[in-house]
């Protein structure tokens, strides 16, 4: 058996290992167990093709790895679940970092002298470039070093196209003229880290998970185009699940939300954000301070204090639904939750996880932070599954959520969450927002719930605070 039948062999059967942890990922039962074969079998791979290309004996590849995987070790224990977001999104950005370098180095060691290898190479550079940029963005505004709202530039759309099309053309050109391929190298790298700034500082709101998972997906693009470049059946074959995979989820997360993907890319991003109108007869006064809503949400109760409202309202209610946001996650009051979730029970009630799409940063992130304190998964509802009960629910707590469940979603045309699917948390008999303020969510759009209703309370504050609160009144 030859060398190459034995790789191609070795090759298929990791990438079923990789192809069968994605399966198992699918399912809360097996996730852990899909994980760890996804990490098995890529340890493999890299062994395999150190192995292939006789590099095992190079001790610069193992310091390197050695290097890596102490500095991997180092962020596992210190990364919060908060911070797993950003985290993906900074790998996504090295991923895509990893493939443009390999891909210059094939163009700058004779890669030019073969035609399709030099057209794989521009267009893996191409993509793992603006990967990397975009990724990088999107790091930075969810760890807040950048604004988290939309950074829209003078004539956004016009430079968008021009920095693909100079993409294209720089892709196209050195075909021509393979022999000095390397100039047009490096100009393609600057235009496509210029296209990756363009496309992700747009990005604001509900959009975050899905340029996420975009982002995800052109990393596995690159990587799968690379190894075409550089002869590697394996990491095409790895990169090729890793990009599909990835598209599968962000056209998901796309239909979740009634969005299409090429509107995401390329023009509602763009818009900055408009005020919305409220759903409610009574406008709120954008001027108002925080106290004074809140003071006016809490003389419109059926009681003078708010305390002893939510105390009745909890004293009768059966059938009970939180909405956890990202505040909460910010907040890290995922225990007390659980805490109340629990007590909530024992008291012979009712409690149920109502979870949409996009809450967190990323697909699945409020589910793993849940998941975290033990909140058991037959727990944890999704949209379309439970907005139907939400009008029979005698009380919906929200805890650090504000886009999710924003009316002004079907009624607000320009914003950025128009005709985005919202849990209908207003529909509840009884509604508790456990939320830090009333300003505008990561959208950047005015909720209306946040105006005076005697069914709606408002406890404003830190989200410890206030379920210390609601777990004191249930004595």
């Known amino acids: 058996m030859s060398d190459d039948l034995l790789f191609y062999m070795v090759s298929a059967g990791l990438s079923l290992m ?145 920095s693909a099309l100079a993409m294209l053309v720089l892709i196209v050109v050195p075909m021509f003229q393979s022999a000095q391929a390397m100039p047009y190298t490096w100009v393609l790298l600057l235009a496509s880290l210029v296209f990756g700034l363009l496309f992700a500082l747009p990005v604001g709101g509900a959009d975050m998970p899905i340029t996420i998972s975009l982002l995800n997906s052109t990393s596995g693009v690159a990587a799968a185009i690379t190894g075409m470049a550089i002869g590697n059946v394996l990491l095409v074959s790895v990169g090729g699940i890793v990009g599909a995979s990835g598209l599968l989820l962000t056209l998901i997360m796309c239909r979740s939300m009634n969005r299409k993907l090429s509107s995401i890319i390329f023009s509602r991003r763009a818009s900055a954000p408009q005020a919305a109108p409220p759903a409610s007869k009574k406008q709120a006064d954008p001027e108002q301070s925080i106290e004074q809503k809140a003071k006016e949400v809490t003389q419109a109760s059926p009681v003078a204090a708010a305390e002893v409202a939510l105390a009745d309202w909890m004293k009768h209610a059966k059938d009970i639904i939180i909405i956890p946001g990202y505040g909460m996650a910010v907040s890290q009051a995922q ?134 609160k609601m777990i004191a009144f249930l004595g």
């Open 335 to 468: 225990e007390l939750l659980k805490a109340f979730s629990d007590k909530l029970e024992h008291g012979g009630r009712r409690v149920r996880f109502a979870i949409h799409p996009v809450a967190g940063r990323m697909p699945g992130h409020m589910n793993v932070l849940l998941a975290e304190v033990d909140i058991p998964y037959d727990k944890l509802f999704e949209m379309d599954d439970i907005n139907p009960d939400m009008e029979k629910t005698d009380i919906v707590f929200v805890v650090g959520a504000n886009d999710v469940i924003n009316p002004a979603a079907n009624t607000a045309e320009g914003t950025p969450i128009y005709g985005m699917p919202v849990l209908k948390a207003q529909e509840a008999k009884k509604l508790v927002i456990c939320n830090f303020d009333t300003k505008p969510g990561y959208a950047g759009v005015e909720n209306p719930l946040y105006t005076a209703d005697p069914n709606v309370l408002l406890m404003l504050g830190d989200a410890k605070d206030s379920l210390q």
């Open 18 to 162: 990789v192809l069968l942890g994605i399966h198992w990922l699918s399912k809360v039962e097996t996730a852990a167990r899909g994980n760890r074969m996804s990490a098995l079998a890529l340890f493999l791979a890299i062994i395999a093709v150190l192995i292939k290309y006789k590099l095992v004996e190079v001790i610069d590849i193992w310091a390197g790895l050695l290097i890596g995987a102490f500095i991997s070790v180092l962020i596992l224990r210190r990364i919060k679940m908060i911070g797993m977001p950003q985290l993906v999104g900074l790998l996504n950005g090295l991923g895509g970092f990893a493939s443009a370098v390999a891909a210059i180095l094939t163009i700058q060691n004779g890669g030019s002298t073969g035609g399709f290898v030099l057209l794989t190479a521009l267009i893996g550079l191409s993509v793992g470039a603006f990967t990397f940029s975009g990724s990088l963005v999107a790091a930075a505004k969810l760890q807040r070093i950048l604004p988290q709202k939309p950074i829209v530039l003078p004539r956004q759309q016009l430079l968008l196209g021009l």
